[in-house]
């Protein structure tokens, strides 16, 4: 039997329930092909809707919006329509970060429009209160098409439905900055300021202290002796051959005794 002429119904569910998930998942692939067929079957939507709606009338269902919290914040989008600039405003859920209401303006107040975008918005908002995914009202508002259209940032824009399902969108997707630049104290700006300022003055002491380290060893001999920088003579802690003395130096290249004289050049 193939998913062809399948339904959903015929799969004996109670049956496989003691085999556990993997075994319910494993009949309902071989005999539809995927876990998405199954859903998207339409003998399946059939069912939810009944399972739904008698779990309504017995109670144990509800569709109730959550309360409203006295703050909110969110994201104002400005979306170019035919009929005007379409000011979305979504606020966020403070406990879950998903959205929870949809605010709506377009031309002047008590216009047709208007007022057609207020009602619009706040039927989003009751859904979106009620937990229905921001995905399907974007799905339902994208296909709506007016008169008028227009364009704003590489999107045609057919409606004022459509406008607002781009906001929802671009908000979903993340494509605009949810989350405003952090707000800081002058008093916290002063202290990364110094912070800053003592990094910068640690490094430039280390740097000097290197450079002096390099001039150093660029004067050292072949020996291992160093002269400061800026002297030609330099002693040696090596004996005279010639009478023992340790008072050999350079000069000009040249070892010298400095108490018999005697020069290795």
């Known amino acids: 039997m193939t998913s062809s002429d399948t339904s959903p119904t015929d799969v004996d569910i109670e049956a496989d329930a003691g085999g556990g998930a993997s075994a319910m998942q494993a009949r309902i692939e071989s005999e539809f092909g995927s876990l998405e067929a199954f859903i998207r079957h339409d003998d399946v939507d059939v069912e939810w809707e009944s399972i739904i709606q008698a779990e309504l009338a017995n109670g144990t269902l509800s569709l109730n919006e959550r309360s409203r919290p006295d703050t909110l914040y969110g994201v104002t989008q400005c979306i170019t329509t035919g009929y005007g600039k379409l000011y979305v405003n979504i606020n966020e859920d403070p406990n879950t970060g998903e959205p929870f209401e949809v605010f709506c303006n377009i031309g002047d107040s008590g216009s047709f429009a208007g007022a057609f975008t207020e009602a619009l918005a706040k039927t989003c908002s009751t859904a979106l209160r009620a937990g229905v995914d921001i995905n399907e009202l974007i799905d339902a508002l994208e296909g709506i098409r007016s008169p008028k259209i227009n364009h704003d940032n590489g999107n045609t824009i057919y ?63 072949s020996d291992g002796s160093t002269s400061p920088a800026g002297h030609t003579n330099t002693t040696s802690t090596e004996p005279c051959p010639t009478c023992g003395s340790v008072h050999i130096e350079y000069s000009e290249g040249c070892k010298t005794c400095s108490d018999c004289g005697w020069s290795e050049c």
């Open 159 to 221: 409606s004022i439905p459509h406008g607002i399902s781009v906001a929802l969108k671009r908000y979903q997707d993340g494509t605009i900055p949810r989350y405003p630049p952090q707000q800081q104290r002058l008093d916290d700006i002063g202290k990364q300021a110094a912070a800053s300022d003592s990094k910068t003055t640690a490094t430039v002491s280390g740097d000097d202290t290197s450079d002096a380290a390099d001039k150093a060893a660029a004067t050292a001999t």
